[in-house]
């Protein structure tokens, strides 16, 4: 078995009953055809980068499975007779890939373990830090050229 990611969009106009009716569907789909879901996600209505299909926004659903390889034709056909999905992507992770990302989930929680026993905050922060007034007072110095 492979390991596919699909993000596919839902037409924003149904209510969340219906999206849920469809991510359940695909996930029909996919077990039925002897694939394991291994991770999903609804992001939520979004706004489109560009009109698809006469529509602004849609709501995104991200789904992580493992299938056989024949099978992502199958969603692909499934992703485009269905009146309520607008757009989709299915790609392929590879051995390399999942690797890579199993080493940079190992990291992460290594610099979580680390914040937590400083007490220090993650690193995840984008906020300008406080700096010191040392660090101002010797960016003062720097000014004399």
Request: aromatic share 8%.
């Amino acid at each position: 078995m492979r390991t596919y990611e699909a993000l596919y969009i839902i037409r924003p106009d149904i209510t969340d009953e219906e999206v849920q009716a469809v991510t359940q569907e695909v996930e029909d789909l996919i077990t039925s055809n002897g694939g394991v879901i291994v991770r999903s996600e609804v992001w939520g209505k979004k706004r489109l980068a560009y009109e698809v299909k006469h529509f602004n926004e849609g709501v995104y659903v991200l789904l992580r499975f493992q299938a056989e390889a024949e099978f992502p034709k199958t969603l692909e056909q499934y992703f485009r007779i269905s009146e309520r999905v607008i757009r989709n992507l299915v790609v392929y992770f590879d051995e390399q890939m999942l690797r890579l990302e199993a080493e940079q989930e190992t990291l992460r929680q290594e610099q979580i373990a680390r914040a937590a026993a400083t007490g220090e905050r993650d690193g995840d922060d984008d906020r300008p830090r406080r700096r010191s007034r040392e660090d101002r007072d010797d960016d003062d110095d720097d000014d004399d050229y």
